[in-house]
């Protein structure tokens, strides 16, 4: 083992939670290993269930990772080739490769600078007549200005797909994040809000047409056995990944909690060190819950990729979210977009920086991390003179 200063600071430290709920987990794993259903079955259901309760939607439809959840929505609306679906282009691959994989058109908008989500105003101008869905992104675990996008969405009477992934719990004029749109995909990807111990999504619709079309879709489209209504594939969840969730379920509203707390714990230290005007911090926009998937800064005056070099080699964890806007991406270069197209999500990709987050992060992690930064920025202030 390498030895890690008593100072290091992880991005996200899974291993105190698995330690506080050990007997809880272990026995759950035991219970779906002797009962011999280790694919769908009883276990998914119920976590379907109780996701959707959580959500306040009525169906949910569980699958392999956040990515299949997004794929079973596009699928279930039938878009493919010809069609063309909105989305920021400054968000996770997935978002974009989803769309892409269907062969239809990603479209991509430009963000908001305050909150990084996309931009109303610019979905309304890249409507068109093969427009067949607003698939919004609820970056870093703040839902996205959804008023504007449900008047437009009612005009040109398109359903909006909620990509969720980092925002569950979250909420917009008290509604959660999931059913603010005709369906919510959401992924239990160990660091999201709600993490497997492995890869595990799910979908969320009150639609229970479209709940029935995916749940078809995730067995290859096969209803009844060996005969294929749908193109469908393999995005089955198994049952150890969801027993393992329901067993963590309940704790959710207080990780939200704690994961709220060590934000504002952030705030203030960033104030408390003289750093408002280095580390420009999250902005949380009105109506929201804000869930804090990820704590993420604008480092300002280029010193982004300094800081970094800086941090990690103090052992503190932090990362870029992300370092590219999708239509930078290599693999999209042939939607011919270009650098310039997106200023605010290509700014965002330039300054951004992810600081340790997770909802047992406690106040004295947090003080190194924002003292490391404190270093780093006083240093680099003296240089410029
Ligand atoms: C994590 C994530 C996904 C994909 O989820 P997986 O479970 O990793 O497939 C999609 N979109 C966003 C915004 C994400 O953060």
């Known amino acids: 083992m390498s030895a890690t200063p008593s100072t290091a600071v992880p991005l996200c430290d899974l291993l105190t939670q698995y330690r506080s709920l050990q007997p809880q987990l272990e026995a ?54 010809g069609d063309e679906v909105i989305l920021p282009a400054f968000t996770f ?27 109303p105003e610019d979905v309304a101008a890249k409507i068109t007549s093969r427009t067949k869905a607003i698939l919004v992104v609820h970056l870093f675990g ?5 008023t504007p996008l449900w008047r437009i969405a009612e005009r040109y009477h398109l359903p909006i797909i909620e990509d969720a992934a980092q925002a569950l719990g979250a909420e917009y004029q008290n509604k959660r994040a999931g059913s603010l749109g005709l369906m919510g995909c959401l992924s239990f990807y160990p660091t999201k809000n709600l993490g497997a111990y492995g890869d595990a999504g799910l979908t969320v619709t009150s639609d229970p047409a479209l709940a029935a079309r995916m749940a078809c879709l995730r067995v290859h489209g096969m209803e009844p056995r ?56 999250p902005t949380i926009a009105p109506d929201r819950r804000h869930t804090f ?49 997106f200023p605010v999500s290509e700014s965002a990709s330039r300054c951004v920086l992810a600081l340790p987050m997770f909802p047992e992060i406690t106040a004295a992690q947090q003080e190194r991390v924002i003292a490391s930064c404190a270093v780093h920025l006083r240093r680099a202030l003296r240089r410029a003179g």
Not at 227 to 256: E, F, M, S
Request: with cysteine.
């Open 28 to 81: 759950a794993v035991t219970r779906v290993l002797a009962s011999g259903q280790v694919i769908l079955g009883p276990e998914v259901a119920a976590l379907e269930e109780e996701i959707a309760a959580y959500c306040n939607a009525s169906h949910g439809v569980g699958c392999g990772s956040g990515t299949e959840a997004i794929s079973l929505a596009l699928h279930a609306l039938e878009i493919g080739p």
């Open 93 to 119: 691959f997935a978002t974009a490769g989803c769309v892409a994989r269907t062969g239809a058109r990603p479209v991509f908008v430009d963000i908001d600078p305050a909150t990084f989500n996309l931009d």
């Open 142 to 146: 703040q839902c996205a200005e959804m």
């Open 226 to 281: 060996y005969y294929h209504k749908y193109l469908g594939w393999n995005a089955r969840l198994d049952a150890v990944q969801a027993c393992l969730l329901r067993v963590k379920l309940p704790y959710l509203d207080t990780w939200i909690g704690q994961r709220q707390a060590a934000a504002e714990r952030y705030h203030a230290l960033i104030e408390q060190h003289h750093l408002t005007d280095w580390l420009e911090r």
């Open 293 to 341: 998937n990820q704590y993420v800064v604008r480092v300002a005056r280029g010193e982004r990729d300094a800081l970094v070099r800086h941090l990690k080699s103090e052992g503190i964890g932090c990362e870029i979210y992300y370092p590219l806007a999708l239509h930078q991406q290599e693999c999209l270069a042939y939607l011919g977009y270009k650098t310039g197209d």
